[in-house]
């Protein structure tokens, strides 16, 4: 049964800082690996989505990176706002297509 | 698109009473997927669904839960009779797969407390 742990599960840092969160999976037969992001009291947003054969992918301040063989991805924001203050969910999907989501992280970006 | 709709948004009944839940998929969209969000579980799929049709609902807790899609733009959550620990937020995501696996889209959730 695939396993996703994600650390660290809270992260408060100031404005400016570039920051990594980690994801780790136990078992490496995926299809994909996404990042989510989930403001308080709404739904998960889809950041970034890397298919198995990826190593990275990028958008703007974001960059998502994959290694399947280590079963582990980060997520790197460069250059924290305020307004990035969410809990960051990591989900992996594998071939029964069911993904299986990390706790996610509490990230606090204070001014 | 106005993305995936779910009603109501919050919702607080008493234990034993049945509860409806409701999502609109993004139209288009071939798979529609049932979450459950609660502080000491995290996010746990409940039950999904591809062209309509059931295709695991292993993560359904038990009896009391059910669910369908009666067509492609909408599906049911119904939980009867409700008990307290049913109490979360309850999320429907839908995504398009056209061959390879594609990023889902989730609504806004529903706030269900169970008194």
């Known amino acids: 049964k695939q396993e996703v742990t994600q650390i660290p599960a809270a992260l408060s840092v100031p404005e400016g800082e570039n920051l990594v969160l980690n994801c780790s999976f136990t078992d490496s037969a995926i299809y994909n690996l996404q990042w989510f992001r989930q403001d308080p009291g709404k739904g998960l947003t889809s950041l970034l989505l890397i298919q198995s054969s990826q190593r990275e992918q990028t958008s703007g301040r974001l960059n998502a990176s994959l290694d399947k063989s280590s079963g582990r991805s980060t997520l790197y924001i460069a250059a924290s706002q305020p307004g990035d203050s969410a809990t960051y969910l990591c989900a992996v999907s594998g071939g029964s297509y069911i993904p299986t989501f990390g706790r996610g992280t509490s990230l606090i970006v204070h001014p | 698109d106005a993305g995936v709709i779910q009603s109501p948004r919050h919702e607080v009944t008493e234990m034993g009473q049945e509860v409806t839940l409701r999502c609109k998929p993004i139209?288009?969209?071939?798979?529609l997927f049932w979450y459950r969000q609660t502080m000491m579980r995290g996010l746990e799929l409940l039950i999904y669904?591809?062209?309509?049709?059931?295709?695991?609902d292993s993560g359904m807790p038990e009896d009391r839960f059910s669910a369908k899609m009666p067509n492609a733009s909408f599906s049911t959550l119904k939980i009867q009779p409700s008990e307290p620990r049913d109490s979360a937020v309850y999320f429907c995501?839908?995504?398009?797969?056209?061959?390879?696996?594609?990023?889902?889209?989730f609504g806004p959730g529903t706030r269900l407390l169970v008194l």
């Open positions: 669904f591809n062209n309509n049709v059931p295709i695991d």
């Open positions: 139209s288009g969209h071939d798979y």
């Open positions: 995501a839908s995504s398009l797969s056209q061959g390879v696996v594609e990023t889902q889209y």
